[in-house]
């Protein structure tokens, strides 16, 4: 398979070779360790010596559509075995020039993708992942330090131990943060995946973006996937079928520290009063910077453990309703969603004050036009509302009822099902 790939100069369907590639990786997991390590090596050689791929990506050189489908192929080939290589020590040493291959892959995931061209885009990442499975099976000492020198120009030796800084060379309002992040984002989740002390650096920095009002809304959105790279599980690289260094903790650890800092930031205490009708201007605009942190706060809720967010949730009440009820940002509401139902799980009276305003914004979840994934979460929110007290209940249980009419309609079968039930839940609130 691997000979077909190579064989194609002008790439193979879309369609054939992601199913190639998800057999090259399920085979590639499952090898014995010596038979692993023999494959990735050939797979390397042949795709470093035996081709230009690497070198035509890294010049820019201009190239098709086919010929840059060809490109993300082979790259993506050669990131699929790296990521799924042993993390055992000698088995590393074994792979030949490493430490070239991760500078290449590291100059491939900062070129310039100005133009926004889908498949480069997609090399971009591929290549980020290759590099951060990387730092995550290096063993920790002089070389993975030397690496990330060279090539980040992180000195995780300064700074007590925690690291430099990855924004010291960094203008806010640059393109440079933005073109970075993709890179950084994944070095950043295999490092704090194995506990390496610059992993919390580079995360405690993308917060920074955020929470910084010199920074414009395209870096602190990139900040924001970048945090979301690191808690989120990924089903390509860095998870536990790919061998790697994982700390059972490391998300708790996350989520306590920056949490905080970002509910620090945004003072949302009781007394405060916080209009989400405030007006949106180019510079300095509180409104866009308290969106991005509110979505922040609502990935760090979304992938960490449940334990870990059960114990902040007083904290989080304010965050979460006023994520829900936001009329500025669709997105900011689907993604409290999963926020929502873990409140309503563990503290449903929390959401009495707050019971129409909640429910008005879980219906315009449900419209016919809203994907399957958000009105299945919508309408298991609104079916656990049915625990309200009762007085609250039967308040908006005829605006459920009606709300719910045109959900009826939604093309999807299983958002069909889901609102079935949840209206039938609200039929016998008396």
């Given at each position: 398979?691997?000979?077909?790939?190579?064989?194609?100069?002008?790439?193979?369907?879309?369609?054939?070779?992601?199913?190639?590639?998800?057999?090259?990786?399920?085979?590639?997991?499952?090898?014995?360790?010596?038979?692993?390590?023999?494959?990735?090596?050939?797979?390397?050689?042949?795709?470093?010596?035996?081709?230009?791929?690497?070198?035509?990506?890294?010049?820019?050189?201009?190239?098709?559509?086919?010929?840059?489908?060809?490109?993300?192929?082979?790259?993506?080939?050669?990131?699929?075995?790296?990521?799924?290589?042993?993390?055992?020590?000698?088995?590393?040493?074994?792979?030949?020039?490493?430490?070239?291959?991760?500078?290449?892959?590291?100059?491939?995931?900062?070129?310039?993708?100005?133009?926004?061209?889908?498949?480069?885009?997609n090399i971009i990442e591929v290549a980020s992942q290759a590099a951060g499975s990387i730092v995550n099976k290096m063993p920790k000492g002089a070389v993975l330090e030397q690496m990330l020198l060279e090539n980040l120009n992180i000195d995780s030796s300064s700074s007590s131990g925690g690291g430099n800084s990855l924004l010291?060379?960094?203008?806010?309002?640059?393109?440079?943060?933005?073109?970075?992040?993709?890179?950084?984002?994944?070095?950043?989740?295999?490092?704090?995946?194995?506990?390496?002390?610059?992993?919390?650096?580079?995360?405690?920095?993308?917060?920074?973006?955020?929470?910084?009002?010199?920074?414009?809304?395209?870096?602190?959105?990139?900040?924001?996937?970048?945090?979301?790279?690191?808690?989120?599980?990924?089903?390509?690289?860095?998870?536990?079928?790919?061998?790697?260094?994982?700390?059972?903790?490391?998300?708790?650890?996350?989520?306590?520290?920056?949490?905080?800092?970002?509910?620090?930031?945004?003072?949302?205490?009781?007394?405060?009063?916080?209009?989400?009708?405030?007006?949106?201007?180019?510079?300095?605009?509180?409104?866009?910077?308290?969106?991005?942190?509110?979505?922040?706060?609502?990935?760090?809720?979304?992938?960490?453990?449940?334990?870990?967010?059960?114990?902040?949730?007083?904290?989080?009440?304010?965050?979460?309703?006023?994520?829900?009820?936001?009329?500025?940002?669709?997105?900011?509401?689907?993604?409290?969603?999963?926020?929502?139902?873990?409140?309503?799980?563990?503290?449903?009276?929390?959401?009495?004050?707050?019971?129409?305003?909640?429910?008005?914004?879980?219906?315009?979840?449900?419209?016919?036009?809203?994907?399957?994934?958000?009105?299945?979460?919508?309408?298991?929110?609104?079916?656990?509302?049915?625990?309200?007290?009762?007085?609250?209940?039967?308040?908006?249980?005829?605006?459920?009822?009606?709300?719910?009419?045109?959900?009826?309609?939604?093309?999807s079968r299983k958002v069909r099902q889901a609102c079935v039930v949840c209206r039938n839940q609200w039929f016998v609130a008396k």
């Open positions: 398979m691997v000979q077909l790939v190579i064989s194609s100069k002008d790439g193979i369907q879309s369609v054939i070779y992601n199913d190639i590639l998800q057999v090259i990786r399920h085979v590639v997991q499952n090898m014995p360790i010596a038979e692993k390590t023999s494959f990735v090596n050939d797979t390397v050689n042949t795709v470093i010596n035996q081709t230009t791929v690497m070198a035509s990506i890294i010049s820019q050189q201009t190239a098709n559509e086919e010929q840059k489908r060809y490109q993300y192929q082979m790259l993506s080939m050669l990131s699929t075995c790296l990521c799924s290589m042993n993390k055992m020590e000698e088995e590393m040493n074994k792979i030949p020039n490493i430490q070239q291959i991760f500078q290449q892959l590291c100059q491939i995931a900062l070129i310039n993708d100005t133009g926004g061209d889908r498949t480069t885009l010291q060379d960094i203008v806010p309002g640059s393109s440079k943060f933005v073109q970075q992040a993709r890179l950084w984002s994944w070095v950043a989740k295999g490092l704090i995946m194995k506990r390496h002390s610059f992993g919390t650096t580079m995360c405690i920095d993308f917060c920074t973006v955020v929470i910084n009002s010199e920074y414009n809304d395209e870096e602190k959105a990139a900040a924001v996937r970048c945090i979301s790279v690191v808690m989120s599980d990924s089903p390509i690289c860095l998870n536990k079928e790919c061998d790697i260094y994982l700390s059972s903790f490391f998300k708790h650890s996350l989520f306590r520290r920056v949490v905080p800092m970002l509910l620090e930031k945004i003072s949302l205490k009781r007394g405060e009063a916080v209009s989400d009708d405030a007006p949106t201007t180019t510079t300095n605009h509180p409104s866009n910077d308290r969106y991005h942190l509110l979505h922040l706060i609502m990935v760090m809720i979304t992938y960490s453990p449940t334990t870990v967010v059960q114990s902040e949730l007083n904290n989080l009440l304010h965050v979460v309703i006023l994520s829900l009820t936001s009329k500025s940002s669709m997105l900011l509401q689907e993604t409290s969603l999963p926020a929502v139902a873990m409140v309503l799980h563990n503290d449903i009276q929390a959401f009495t004050p707050h019971a129409e305003s909640c429910c008005r914004s879980l219906l315009s979840l449900c419209t016919v036009d809203s994907s399957v994934s958000t009105c299945i979460s919508s309408l298991k929110c609104l079916s656990l509302m049915r625990g309200l007290p009762m007085d609250v209940a039967l308040r908006i249980r005829d605006n459920v009822l009606s709300g719910l009419w045109t959900t009826l309609d939604h093309p």
